[in-house]
Structures are given as C-alpha cells and as structure tokens.
C-alpha cells in the first residue's frame, strides 16, 4: 500500500471544498454585472480560490510519479483507469439524463455517444477526461522524472510556464496566433510534473515570504484583470481564472509549497480521511446538489443576500455532498462509482 501524507489528505479536503466555493460564487458572477457589488464581491472572493484544481493534479503527481518506474504498465493503467473511468460513465449518464427531463434537452443515442466522447456532458466532467490522459501518460512520465536531474527537470518546468503560461497572453493582448504549440508541454502536464518536482526537490521555508508576496500580486492581478477585460469586452472574460495563467502559478504554489512545510505539524484526523477519500464524489456530485437545494428547499447563493446565501449555500452544499458520497461508499457495488 502507498504511504499515506497527512499534509496531502488535509490539502485535498481543502481543495475540493473551495471547488465547491468556486462553483457557488460563479453563478454570482455569471448572473450579474460588474456594475454590481454581488458580482464585485463575488469576484473578490473567487479570485483567491482558483489554485484548487492545479493542486489536485499537483498532488496526483507527487504521488503517481514518484513511484518506481519499473511497475507494469498494464497493471497500473488497469488499476487506475477503473477509478477514473466507471464513474465517468455512470455519471455521465446521470448528468445527461438530468440535461432530458429538467432541461427539456433532447438527443439521439448518436448525439449522446458523441456528447460523451467531446466531453459536453456537463461542465464540471472536464476534470474527469483530463485525470484520463494524465493517467495514461503517467507511466512514461514516471521514467522521465526518475531519469532527470533537478536541473533538466527545472528545464520541463520552464519550457512548461512558457508555453502554457506566457504565449496565451500573444492572441489575447497581440493580435496573433503563435506558430509553435505547446506539445508535451500542455497546462495540466506541467502541474502534474510539478507535484513530482516539488515531492523531491521542496523550496526551503525561508521562500514562503516571497511565495506569499508573488500569491499577493497574482490575487490582485486575478482580481482586476477580470475586471478589465469584463468591462472592456462587455461581457464576462474569465482570462485570469484559468488555472494555467501565472497569477493563479504564484498562489498555487504558495498554498502547495506552505502545506508541505505544515508536514510535520499536521497530524492524522478521521474525518479529513474520509473527506479525503471521498474528494472525487464530492467533485462529481456537488452541482447536481446545488440544482436540488434551490429547487426543493430555495437555498442558493442569494438566499436573503449574497453575504448570507453565499456561504450558507457552500457549506451546506459541500456537508451535504460528503455525507451522501459517504453512505454511498459503504454500499459494495455502489462505491465503484464514488471511489
């Protein structure tokens, strides 16, 4: 069995309930104007939350990568694949049986193969296709970052940060269309990588308070670069929350790289074990829930105002989601789609 990092079990719990934090605040900021306070508060608050999903791929890399590479790849990909690939189906399934008979959707059992396989299901599942294609790579990965030095490794990284987070600022700022793509060198390859890097080489503790500096700026740069391009485009431009841009590289690293030097001061708990197991349920579940707690019990992010619906409706939602995901992983045959 794999050795189990306290830090990392806690930093899962905390990533996915700001994912649920993410997906409560953008229905603010998507149903409103910048003109308004709800979506400047909204926007506020999102804009500190977007490192949680570069740190869930971060954190597979740690562990997935570092592993000997002499493990078979059949044995791997078999293991691996059934976790990420049943409860793909199965819930994709669900979310497009959701999109029939509460959207009034309709399609033919070709349109839905075809929904599938281009990842149009429903807008969370993305995640679930890129874990896929990370999975697959992962056991050649795994020989490259065993046979690299720190220093070609720090090379990937860079080649990494350009590609994936400098040239998109060429057509949104220039005018133009790159030439040369991004290869090997695609966004979520490269977070995976570096949970990998920062697993056998950490930053010393004396770089947190420049981490936290850089954090700071790329907040601010989240915060009212949106705001520009919003305003300017006149509609919403959500640029600066992708997960791949270099304000959102500078906080993930800091919560990434701050957690990690909280190894030795966070101890095991039960509870965040089992909120850790159940993070992919909870991921793939939530916004289902979020539908139903406005439809049947009227709880959303503006029940009585967004300061008190905003919160009510994150906790709630993400309380409500663990404990279902948690009955549902005592069931035998059930588990297989939560695992």
């Known amino acids: 069995m794999a050795k189990r990092y306290d830090y990392m079990d806690w930093l899962r719990v905390i990533s996915i309930f700001v994912v649920v934090g993410i997906h409560v605040c953008s229905k603010i900021i998507n149903t409103s104007s910048p003109a308004d306070w709800e979506w400047q508060f909204a926007n506020a608050i999102d804009s500190a939350l977007r490192w949680c999903v570069p740190v869930f791929f971060m954190l597979s890399g740690a562990l997935l990568l570092t592993r000997r590479p002499d493990e078979p790849v059949g044995e ?9 690939l049943i409860p793909l189906l199965f819930w994709s399934a669900v979310y497009t049986a959701y999109n029939i008979y509460e959207l009034g959707e309709s399609y033919t059992w070709q349109e839905m193969i075809k929904l599938f396989l281009s990842d149009d299901v429903y807008y969370h599942l993305w995640f679930m ?3 896929i294609g990370l999975y697959l ?7 490259l970052v065993h046979h690299m030095t720190q220093k070609t490794f720090l090379y990937f990284l860079v ?8 040239l998109p ?8 269309e790159p030439a040369i793509t991004a290869g090997l060198f695609e966004p979520y390859i490269g977070y995976f990588m570096l949970g990998a890097y920062l697993f056998y080489y950490p930053i010393p503790k004396k770089r947190l308070p420049h981490l936290a500096l850089l954090a700071l700026a790329g907040y601010f740069i989240t915060v009212f670069g949106n705001l520009s391009l919003t305003n300017q485009n006149g509609e919403f431009d959500e640029f600066y929350y992708e997960h791949y841009r270099p304000n959102t590289l ?9 957690f990690r030097h909280l190894a030795g001061k966070i101890g095991r708990n039960r509870w965040i074990t089992r909120m ?28 009585g105002s967004v300061l008190i619906g905003l919160p009510l ?3 709630v939602l993400f309380f409500l989601s663990f404990l279902i995901i948690r009955l549902m992983q005592k069931i035998p045959v059930v588990r297989q789609i939560v695992p």
């Not at 600022?169 to 133009?176: E, I, R, V």
């Open 276 to 303: 850790s197991n159940a993070t992919l349920g909870i991921y793939i579940i939530h916004p289902l829930l979020q539908v139903y707690l406005h439809k049947f019990f009227n709880i959303n992010e503006n029940t």
């Open 137 to 143: 790579m992962a056991p050649f990965l795994r020989i």
């Open 159 to 166: 080649f990494w940060f350009i590609f994936s987070g400098l």
């Open 76 to 84: 791997f990909l078999k293991r691996r694949l059934a976790k990420a």
């Open 250 to 258: 500078a906080i993930t690293l800091f919560v990434y790289v701050g």
């Open 313 to 315: 409706t994150w906790l």
């Open 169 to 176: 600022f060429a057509p949104k700022y220039f005018d133009f």
């Open 129 to 131: 296709y890129v874990i």
